[in-house]
């Protein structure tokens, strides 16, 4: 909904504005509009860049939840709201009578933790909004994942508003046992009863071939997805020993048409559903005589005007050719997930087995949030596997979209950059590094992602729907140029040589404009770090042919080659006075990319005590305070930077 669209002030109204970048943020949006509007406030749930600040005074109650991106971010779908609050003409009194709850997503491994978060709310402020409850933030790196932190404030959260907001006497809050009405269902179309599901005739009905062993899927996407491009698969090939314990694909896709992009911007690619497992779902839920039938969205049972209607959940559905039910859970709705407390609640309501329904409520409940995360994110638990457990839950087919989660792209950055940037009949060609997603839980289980699951068998050939989009890592001209050190254990490398080619691509083309003259480039350090030498050495042999180019020297540490275990950080400290002199006296660049946890913190330590004992050779001796400080003065004007997941 537009701001053209706003209502006028209703007793009880709340708004419940996101910006998310891969959809924990909206998941989070979407359970606290589910809280207020138990609580009797008409609620709308919306991305931050819908709505524009001058309507937040109209509603009662404003709340924002924020994930931060790449360097201290604001999400793609946020940007543009926050643009509208650095206005300079706008005056102290602009957000005059909004109030407001702000909750931010972030992870701690990263410098900027909740950077996004802390500065809408320090601006919001600063444009006189008033603070009803003081803002949460939650943290990937918790023992118990986002929810340790965001449950016990929605929990809280809750208590305030009923104080704050008091519900007239003959008013109660609506139970959670009591099933609040979908906002959108599904509902059958009029059809040619010859129609065959789009979904059955692209998914895995090929078989491998020698060309590609293993490879068993010809896919060709044809949802509607928004902002996206119609890729081609060039190469799926795995670049591990077949015996390794991981997995790792080189990918390659192509579009016809030159796109620019930068080095550290991704592509995000939607999964889809194997056949095997949407049937399982249709047979559990007797959804047979639906299966291949036409299916649209429609407003569900509500008192709101058509007009006043939240976004629908998937919003390119009913532009999707010929979408029957099969295709829709095949192409749309992620089955593998694991579950949020959400659909605990949801699935609540579809059973008549007093026990189950007991059971699943208890999951909903805050005082059980540990025992819910050993049920579900610990043993990496299932929507499917949940379903199976729970086999007296029959949910209505029309009511899918509102129970399953709906697929979010994954991010992979893009590993190609320079001349690898095009494809050989002159469109664009993006290369990615995957490790394909596939272990053993502790209960026993293999587990296997949902999207690598899904890449894993493609072959050659295949169409994908992808998204290009632009990382955090911003790397001027300057620095590309400029002295770099990259540091990048396993798929880390991705993002790094696409730096690398780029900046091959400058010497090259400087070259070429100044015959016999040395470019003036800076050098490069690469420190790649993986398990072993043989296994997991990815791109070796163009190390060595771009040192040719470049001023390039490349640090290994392969930890499981030798009894001592060796880490990227290990090599830092054995090369104080290099990285002294690279990153203070040249003043170069650092990026680090990679797994996020122990790995980043880890690094930015070793960097610590490189300016603290490295610069004795140059006569400069920096105490442990001014070496913290020189690592944060870096980070500040970009010159430190980190991209993990």
Known sequence: MSESQAQTPQKRSALVLYGSETGNSQEVAEELGALVERLHFVTHVAELNSFKPDVLASHTLVIFVLSTTGQGDFPANARTFWRSLLLKRLPPTYLSGANFASFGLGDSSYPKFNWASRKLHKRLLQLGANEVYPCGEADQQHPEGLEGTSVPWLTDFRKHLLDKYPLPPEQNPIPEDVQLPPKWVLQRKDQDTSTQSIASENLENQTATDEYPGLHRLDHDLRPLPDSLTAKLVQNRRVTPEGHWQDVRHISLAVPNPISYAPGDMISITPKNFADDVQTLIERMGWEEQADQLVSLVPGES????????????????????????????????????????????????????????????????????????????????????????????????????????????????????????????????????????????????????????????????TLKVQLQRGGLNSSV????????????????????????????????????????????????????????????????????????????????????????????????????????????????????????????????????????????????????????????????????????
């Open 303 to 462: 008192q709101r005007a058509i007009d006043d209607m939240p976004a629908p959940p998937i919003s390119d559905l009913n532009s999707y050719p010929q979408c029957t039910l099969r295709a829709l859970l095949t192409d749309y709705l992620d089955l593998r997930a694991i579950p949020r407390r959400s659909f605990f609640s949801a699935i609540a309501h579809y059973t008549n087995d007093e026990m189950h329904k007991e059971r699943l409520l208890e999951f909903t409940n805050p005082i059980y949030l540990d025992e819910f995360w050993d049920y579900t994110t610990r043993p990496r638990r299932s929507i499917m596997e949940v379903l199976h457990e729970f086999d007296s839950v029959k949910i209505p087919w029309q009511h899918a979209t509102s129970v399953f989660p709906i697929f979010r792209g994954r991010q992979f950055s893009i590993a190609s950059g320079g001349e690898l940037k095009r494809s050989a009949d002159g469109g664009a060609k993006f290369e990615l590094l995957i490790a394909i997603v596939k272990y053993q839980t502790v209960i026993k289980k293999i587990r296997e992602g949902v999207c690598t699951r899904y890449l894993s068998t493609l072959q050659p050939g295949s």
């Open 478 to 645: 300057n620095q590309l140029v400029g002295p770099t050190v990259l540091i990048g254990p396993g798929t880390g490398i991705a993002p790094l040589r696409s730096m690398i080619w780029e900046k091959a691509a400058l010497v090259k083309a400087y070259r070429e404009k100044n015959p016999g003259v040395e470019p003036p480039i800076g050098p490069t350090i690469l420190i790649y770090g993986g398990r072993n030498r043989t296994a997991d050495y990815f791109f070796e042999d163009e190390w060595q042919r771009l040192s040719e180019l470049i001023k390039l020297q490349v640090f290994t540490a392969f930890s499981r080659d030798q009894r001592q275990k060796v880490y990227v950080q290990d090599v830092i400290r054995q090369n104080f006075p290099l990285f002294f002199q690279l990153l203070h006296s040249q003043r170069g660049s650092v990026y680090i990319c990679g797994s996020s946890g122990r790995m980043p913190q880890a690094v930015r330590e070793a960097l610590i005590e490189a300016f603290e004992h490295g610069g004795g050779v140059e006569g400069l001796q920096f105490n442990r305070q001014q070496a913290e400080e020189y690592l944060m003065g870096i980070e500040k004007i970009g010159r430190y930077k980190q991209e993990t997941w």
